[in-house]
């Protein structure tokens, strides 16, 4: 059973930084590709960035390259989100989502079918 629960999200002003941490209520992350999902009001959802199993692949959207770092931190059963450098376009909900697909490139935004509720960052200008 998959139970995801974000934390990290907050307001903060653009240029600032904030990590999102999701774990899986104390069961392992180990065994599934792990991504972080957005959606601003209006938008549409977009994958940010997931991370492989075992954690040797990451995938990061062109929007947030060289800003964002993903990593797995296998003592505290995590996958976190490092955001640096935010922007107001930052702005959304994101949420941390399992995929159970065989295939880390493979794994688009419709493979992740376990979600978290998700965590608000807002950024000002």
């Known amino acids: 059973q998959v139970q995801l629960v974000e934390s990290g999200g907050g307001l903060v002003q653009a240029g600032d930084s904030l990590s999102l941490s999701c774990t899986n209520s104390?069961?392992?992350?180990?065994?599934?590709?792990v991504g972080w999902i957005r959606q601003a009001p209006g938008k549409e959802r977009e994958l940010v960035s997931k991370?492989?199993?075992?954690?040797?692949?990451?995938y990061y959207a062109d929007s947030v390259k060289d800003r964002f770092t993903i990593s797995r931190d296998r003592n505290e059963n995590t996958v976190d989100l490092q955001m640096n450098s935010l922007k107001p376009e930052d702005t959304a909900v994101y949420y941390c989502?399992?995929?159970?697909?065989?295939?880390?490139?493979?794994?688009?935004?419709?493979?992740?079918?376990?979600w978290g509720q998700g965590t608000q960052v807002t950024v000002s200008s």
């Open positions: 991370i492989s199993r075992a954690g040797s692949m990451t």
């Open positions: 104390g069961r392992t992350l180990a065994t599934y590709i």
């Open positions: 989502a399992v995929s159970t697909g065989p295939r880390f490139r493979e794994a688009g935004i419709n493979s992740f079918t376990s």
